[in-house]
């Protein structure tokens, strides 16, 4: 069974750092890419990072470039992304999700439950 499970939320005052974690299972974790999805409240799925199976290639939504990195250890089956100057509109639940491929040509199949990133004075 496929299982992802996000952790490092929390409530960060703006300009503060914060760094996410998601540990697979299920499934052979280096041969995918993945990708960290949020979720602002009352708006709908912003897909904000991706990085290939090996990490040697992301890619980022602009509003995010020079604050957040993704990262991953395959070794520990585990992604990564960190948040540096958060602003209050980063403010949501942030999803980690599998690709279906080695590369994120194709879509996400299986994401996990979300971590709550507040950004609030």
């Known amino acids: 069974e496929v299982q992802l499970v996000e952790s490092g939320g929390g409530l960060v005052q703006p300009g503060g750092s914060l760094r996410l974690s998601c540990v697979a299972s299920?499934?052979?974790?280096?041969?995918?890419?993945m990708s960290w999805v949020r979720q602002a409240p009352g708006k709908g799925l912003e897909w904000v990072s991706a990085?290939?199976?090996?990490?040697?290639?992301?890619s980022s939504i602009d509003s995010v470039k020079g604050r957040f990195t993704i990262s991953r250890d395959n070794a520990k089956n585990t992604l990564y992304l960190q948040m540096n100057s958060l602003k209050p509109e980063d403010t949501a639940v942030y999803y980690c999700a599998k690709f279906t491929s080695s590369g994120w040509g194709r879509g996400m199949d299986y994401w996990g439950r979300g971590t709550l990133v507040t950004v609030s004075s």
């Open positions: 299920g499934f052979t974790f280096s041969s995918y890419a």
């Open positions: 990085i290939n199976s090996i990490g040697g290639s992301t």
